[in-house]
């Protein structure tokens, strides 16, 4: 059966969706397991003595024994001159992240039979032209040619539109709420799809991982871990993340099996770190057009606490609409994206280089500004950069007849 695939690379889990046909519309998109059943992986590689690459969860088992070998999140510093450092050598963080990125192009294969038909993988709206030229370019070395960037807000809207249409010229208001980082936009729906009209990215201490870490502070004077026992932290640091993705279907859960924590508790320490990040969609949305917003929409995994969404609504005068699965929210969006239609005629005035959502082959595989805006490449430092070897075509070599055995190692 034909599928198109969907990719977004966050700073924390990355998460996959396919639309499939066969042979007639395009279904709706569904997020794909990735690791032990989970429609999410981290953000993580590991790159071995022998070359060997791992990643997600398998990536960080190799955390307390060889953290110099593990890169998180790489993509973020696509462009970096500064190459990323594993172990004894040095790769450009582009190439990391395609080696991710074909990693899951490889795993969804394996699982659908056959090789997606098209990609689309979502990057940061603040990303130039050069940063996903060099994604791209480094896609291509991957054996990944052709796959389409798509920035997060369009791939969000595009999640929202499927299921509530948003008019032509209308605007929507869209917040991603991430482990990391929290980034609010403003879009309007056009002929050929939506357009940003304004973006920006807050900080750190504003996204999910601060919320694991005042957890983290909260339970620890009843949890028993020593404070000075890394391997205790980190193990004390994952029960507190999976107690708060608890909480948000649960009006209690526990940390350890013995830390009790209810969901009061947990909305007090949450309530200013949300409220801050509220604010930020608010200062964004106040930037929409004079016939304001049909909607807010909440995505990402920190949207799934209830408290999110009540903050936006008594701080928005537009309706807030959240995902029904905001963690998987922008792979579907990509998914979306990624289904061939006929591209709709050329709009008089339009800005070339822009991606149309979903649009045929011939469009281009980046979704740009005009190239006047495109900035010159930095220098790369004198140092000596390795070229990261693509990971295995796991589905390429099953085709080849390679043993059931092989195939497991691969894994």
């Not at 056959?114 to 709206?125: F, G, K, L, N």
């Not at 130039?128 to 791209?136: F, I, K, M, P």
């Not at 193990?235 to 099996?257: D, F, I, N, S, Y």
């Not at 949300?274 to 608010?282: C, D, F, N, Q, R």
Request: glycine share 10%; charged share 25%.
């Amino acid at each position: 059966m034909r599928y198109v695939l969907g990719i977004h690379l966050g700073a924390t889990r990355t998460t996959a969706a396919v639309s499939r046909s066969a042979g007639g519309p395009w279904g709706t998109p569904e997020a794909v397991p990735l690791l032990g059943g989970l429609p999410w992986l981290d953000s993580a590689l590991y790159i071995g003595r022998d070359g060997t690459l791992e990643a997600g969860q398998a990536a960080l088992r190799h955390a307390p024994t060889e953290p110099e070998r593990i890169a998180r999140a790489p993509h973020l510093r696509t462009g970096d001159p500064v190459p990323v450092v594993l172990g004894e050598a040095s790769y450009p963080a582009e190439s990391l992240a395609a080696a991710l990125i074909g990693w899951v192009a490889d795993r969804v294969a394996e699982a659908e039979g056959a090789d997606a038909e098209r990609i689309v993988v979502t990057h940061p709206p603040s990303w130039s032209a050069y940063r996903r030229g060099l994604l791209h370019d480094a896609l291509d070395q991957a054996q990944l040619p052709g796959v389409l960037a798509l920035p997060s807000p369009i791939a969000a809207a595009e999640s929202h539109h499927a299921r509530e249409p948003v008019d032509e010229g209308a605007a929507l208001a869209v917040c991603h709420l991430g482990g990391e980082h929290v980034e609010t936009a403003v879009l309007r729906r056009g002929p050929r799809g939506f357009e940003l009209l304004a973006h920006a990215e807050a900080a750190e201490q504003d996204a999910g991982a601060r919320l694991d870490d005042l957890l983290v502070r909260h339970v620890l004077p009843r949890a028993g871990v020593d404070e000075n026992d890394p391997g205790s932290m980190a193990r004390l640091r994952m029960a507190c993340t999976a107690a708060k993705e608890r909480l948000c279907q649960v009006p209690e859960a526990a940390v350890l099996g013995e830390v009790g924590l209810s969901r009061t508790e947990f909305e007090s320490l949450a309530r200013p770190v949300l409220a801050a990040a509220v604010a930020h969609l608010e200062r964004i949305a106040a930037t929409a057009p004079a016939d304001g917003l049909t909607a807010a929409v909440l995505v990402g995994g920190t949207a799934r606490i209830p408290l999110a969404a009540e903050l936006a609504r008594t701080m928005l005068s537009c309706p807030v609409v959240v995902d029904d699965d905001p963690g998987t929210a922008l792979a579907r969006g990509a998914a979306l994206a990624a289904q061939p239609r006929p591209a709709p005629p050329p709009v008089q005035g339009e800005l070339s280089g822009s991606l149309v959502p979903g649009g045929g082959p011939e469009l281009p595989a980046v979704y740009g500004q005009p190239d006047d805006d495109l900035e010159p490449p930095p220098e790369r430092p004198p140092v000596e950069v390795t070229p990261l070897e693509p990971p295995k075509r796991r589905f390429s070599l099953s085709r080849k007849g390679t043993s059931a055995p092989d195939r497991d190692e691969d894994r």
